[in-house]
């Protein structure tokens, strides 16, 4: 089974959808939890940190279910520029042991 | 801009060319990491250094060497390497420490390409 799973997707929406994103991970010591984005042929780039009381940033929403060890994000009013890969990241314990799902690809249509 | 700055951008060697990967950052994070993409792909972990001590390795073959030579540096040594080994080679950096939850910082990385 592997450390942290997301649907790869694709999610293709029309402008002004919200569209919501899950991932799930295997080692319930798991620490701390992210949202990265990636572009084609780009770094990742942080997005937002999940907390574990559920955290908003404008139209993105991160939660975090413990118990069930999932994380999610959920996106609101979707915009052309929200198309990307959306990936799920982990640190697994102290040993800053970082992993990543395999990413959800989003396309946002006009 | 990105705050962790990869050198070359793009690298096209030899499989007996030997050539190192260098990545820079001055944010004063004490954890550092490589990463191999390839296309379409997540990045895949392949070495975290914690205070310029290596503390994983992911099984990588010998013909990736890393080093860690002060806390704002990180290298990657290759040598002999294999066409499978073309890929986005990713450099990142965090706050180092228990229960940190801190995120890290990519570089924009070098584009790897064997022939």
């Known amino acids: 089974r592997k450390e942290v799973e997301q649907d790869p997707g694709p999610f293709n929406v029309p402008e002004g959808a919200t569209v919501a994103f899950n991932c799930t991970y295997s080692?319930?010591?798991?620490?701390?939890f992210f949202w990265y984005r990636q572009d084609c042929r780009k770094e990742p780039k942080l997005l937002m940190s999940?907390?574990?009381s559920g955290n908003e940033d404008g139209r993105f929403t991160a939660q975090l279910n413990r118990a069930s060890q999932y994380i999610s994000l959920l996106i609101r009013d979707s915009k052309l520029s929200d198309s990307a890969t959306y990936l799920c990241v982990v640190r697994l314990d102290n040993n800053n042991d970082m992993r990543f799902g395999a990413g959800t690809r989003l396309t946002v249509k006009p | 801009d990105t705050e962790v700055t990869q050198t070359p951008k793009h690298l096209v060697m030899g499989m007996t060319n030997k050539k190192s990967l260098k990545c820079e950052q001055h944010?004063?994070?004490?954890?550092m990491y490589w990463y191999k993409q390839k296309a379409k792909k997540p990045p895949e972990l392949m070495f975290v250094y914690s205070y310029e001590k290596l503390s994983i390795n992911e099984s990588v073959p010998s013909r990736f060497s890393p080093e860690c030579p002060n806390s704002s540096l990180l290298n990657l040594h290759l040598h002999a390497l294999q066409p499978e080994d073309s890929a986005l080679y990713l450099c990142?950096?965090?706050?180092?420490?228990?229960?940190?939850?801190?995120?890290?910082?990519f570089g924009d990385g070098t584009r790897l390409s064997i022939l």
């Open positions: 080692n319930s010591a798991s620490q701390s």
């Open positions: 990142a950096s965090s706050q180092a420490g228990a229960g940190g939850g801190q995120p890290q910082h």
């Open positions: 944010m004063g994070h004490r954890a």
């Open positions: 999940v907390y574990s």
